[in-house]
């Protein structure tokens, strides 16, 4: 059974940090890339980062650059979204999901999702 859980969400304050989790099982966690993606109430779906296995393509929305870093654990099948310098807009669901590449954060729908962990920022 292909399964992606996230994990790490929670509150913070604006400037905090956060670590999401995405772990994953099912599947040859080698040949996909792994993104994360957010949404907020009453928002589109936005891509905000992504990693091929290898980590040779990364990718950042304008949105977190410089604050949100992505890392992939092989060994673990985990890949990690560090989230520094957070802000009240970077509140939402944070879903991490499986795909041939990182075009999937152009907006196809990915090939497995996880489901979500919610990130509150606070003022």
């Known amino acids: 059974e292909v399964q992606l859980v996230e994990s790490g969400g929670g509150l913070v304050q604006a400037g905090g940090s956060l670590r999401l989790s995405c772990a994953a099982s099912?599947?040859?966690?080698?040949?996909?890339?792994i993104a994360w993606f957010r949404q907020a109430p009453g928002k589109e779906r936005e891509g905000v980062s992504c990693?091929?296995?290898?980590?040779?393509?990364?990718y950042y929305a304008d949105s977190v650059k410089g604050r949100f870093t992505i890392s992939s654990d092989n060994a673990k099948n985990t890949v990690y979204l560090q989230m520094n310098s957070l802000k009240p807009d970077d509140t939402a669901v944070y879903y991490c999901?499986?795909?041939?590449?990182?075009?999937?954060?152009?907006?196809?729908?990915?090939?497995?999702w996880g489901q979500g962990t919610q990130v509150t920022v606070s003022s």
């Open positions: 990693t091929s296995s290898s980590e040779t393509t990364t």
């Open positions: 099912g599947f040859t966690f080698d040949d996909y890339a």
């Open positions: 999901a499986a795909d041939r590449d990182c075009t999937v954060v152009a907006g196809r729908v990915p090939w497995a």
